[in-house]
């Protein structure tokens, strides 16, 4: 019956386990040493060697020539672990037997010392769905095991496995593997079984595995099955939904002429030929990742950082040249903008052919010093750095012209001096008078905005139509009455004020307005900011009114 390939070249020893050379080493050393600890967690991503790991620990502990590091392979208890037939190294699929029963049994399988074995070794694996109560059944166990007894604990999931369980076991993190690595291991396979595989397609593979073995070499398996005994990059990438690097370069190619009818053309094509529109921005988003890093890194750090062939690196950074590293940044974000959108899109290709023209668009977005540049009309000098203290300023802030501040407070404190038009004895300058002691200054603005007669037993007021109300107010009555030592019957008309008592002409609120506009596009560093950005003032308003 035939194997898989990720089966039948499972890593027998350490020696055979790719990367994770500080988990190999550590227990190398442990078992030479003779401190074996009685629980221990492997924890990282899926097929990166945890549970191979694990099994491989049993053997070193069982071989008939152990505990070594070295298992002999052929002593039965080294076939039958590698076969799963050994009835003291038990295997327990966590996400099936997750409950407090299957702990209990557990327990008490412990108890017994093994059968023909050195040592019992219980691997479970998926550790982080078992349930709260059955990790506390574990717990005294766990902590205080029979001599003979062993937990490897292995979990994709480590901040699930409760904290009481983790400190009383040793804790190993796996490594997603190396993309080098990898290649490496899948050439080395392609040459046992016979296969003739270009180092393009290897790659292919391998960035489908995103740094898993076993899914690397699931994707080997497939490719096989589906090419034969020659593998090619072309028929591979068709095989798995992949999108080759001339086929992702349409779309810089669009950005670098600015044409999103190219970008429509695009997303036509992926409808037509039956690609997946969401995979096809996840891929989007990965090859502006890999643009940007090829424009920031170079030499080691981009082969170690880029997942891809030394040929595809070469061209990703002939193109990431054409971009600047802020623009190769914003379709980064953009694009991965558009993946989420795509997650849950109604629409998929209305939501890809707008995220792809909203690329093009940003890709016309000038810097600020330029576009400030062209509103002005003149260059925005580069930020320098920050001058000494002793240094002149560049503008000396304008010499204060009138009364200080402690001036301005105490003139308002004062009271107010009767209107020029206002004599001594004239009744209206009294009237002002007594209602600016009295605190009631609108009531005097109101007056000094007035023309007032007296005409028997009625005071005639005269005003405007904003000031009409203010005169029907109790307090004006009263100050009539104190000012003028009987009580009057006001009756107010509108109009404007005439006659000779008339107050002078006041500053109408356009006049205001003028004045408040001369003193704000006079003022030096409104000059200077109308300089700089240029524009146009539409309104100036007076913010103490």
Not at 287 to 316: C, D, P, T, W
């Amino acid at each position: 019956m035939y194997q898989v390939i990720a089966r039948k070249y499972r890593p027998q020893t350490f020696h055979d386990v790719v990367n994770q050379e500080h988990v190999k080493t550590t227990l190398e050393n442990a078992i030479a040493q003779g401190r074996i600890a009685h629980g221990y967690i492997f924890s990282g991503q899926r097929g990166t060697g945890k549970t191979t790991v694990a099994r491989i620990l049993a053997r070193c502990l069982n071989c008939v020539e152990g505990p070594t590091a070295t298992p002999c392979g052929v002593c039965a208890s080294c076939k039958e672990i590698s076969t799963g037939g050994t009835v003291d190294v038990i295997e327990i699929d966590a996400a099936s037997n997750r409950g407090i029963n299957e702990m209990r049994e557990l327990r008490e399988n412990v108890r017994y010392q093994p059968a023909r074995d050195r040592y019992k070794v219980f691997i479970i694996d998926e550790a982080h769905q078992i349930t709260s109560e059955a990790f506390n059944a574990l717990l005294k166990t766990i902590e205080e095991p029979p001599e003979w007894a062993v937990f490897v604990l292995c979990t994709t999931e480590a901040h699930k496995i409760p904290a009481t369980i983790a400190s009383r076991c040793q804790h190993f993190s796996f490594r997603s593997v190396d993309f080098e690595d990898l290649t490496a291991r899948m050439a080395w396979i392609c040459e046992q079984e016979g296969i003739e595989a270009d180092a393009e397609a290897l790659a292919v593979l391998a960035q489908a595995g995103e740094g898993s073995v076993r899914d690397s070499l699931s994707a080997l398996d497939q490719a096989i099955a589906c090419c034969g005994a020659k593998l090619e990059a072309i028929e591979v990438r068709a095989l798995l939904g992949a999108f080759s690097l001339e086929s992702l370069e349409n779309v810089t190619v669009a950005l670098r002429d600015g044409n999103a009818e190219r970008m429509l053309e695009v997303v036509d094509g992926l409808e037509r030929n039956g690609h997946n529109l969401q995979h096809f921005s996840r891929e989007l988003a990965r090859y502006f990742r890999n643009l940007l890093v090829a424009k920031i890194a170079a030499g080691e750090s981009l082969a170690r950082l880029v997942a891809a062939s030394a040929a595809q690196r070469a061209k990703l950074a002939e193109i990431a040249g054409g971009f600047s590293e802020e623009d190769l940044t914003r379709y980064l974000q953009l694009s991965l903008d558009l993946f989420k959108d795509l997650q849950f899109s109604l629409q998929p290709r209305f939501h890809l052919e707008l995220g792809l023209v909203k690329l093009v668009q940003a890709g016309r977005l000038l810097p600020i010093e330029e576009a400030l540049a062209q509103l002005g009309g003149t260059a925005i000098p580069p930020v320098q750095p920050a001058k000494p203290a002793a240094a002149p300023l560049p503008h000396a802030p304008p010499k204060r012209t009138g009364p200080s501040p402690f001036e301005q407070d105490l003139a308002k404190k004062a009271p107010p001096a009767p209107p020029p038009s206002m004599t001594a004895g004239d009744p209206r300058a009294q009237l002002h008078a007594h209602l600016s002691e009295k605190g009631m200054t609108h009531l005097a603005d109101a007056v000094e905005n007035a023309s007032l007669a007296v005409s028997g037993g009625d005071l005639k007021v005269t005003a405007p139509k904003s000031y009409v109300l203010y005169f029907s107010d109790k307090g004006f009555a009263e100050a009539v009455r104190a000012v003028f030592g009987r009580a009057l019957n006001v009756k107010v008309i509108t109009g404007e004020p005439a006659g000779p008592d008339a107050p002078p002409l006041a500053q109408t609120s356009s006049a205001r307005e003028d004045e408040a506009s001369s003193r704000a596009l006079n003022n030096p560093e409104v000059q200077r900011f109308r300089e700089v950005f240029g524009g146009e003032v539409r309104k100036i308003r007076n913010l103490k009114e």
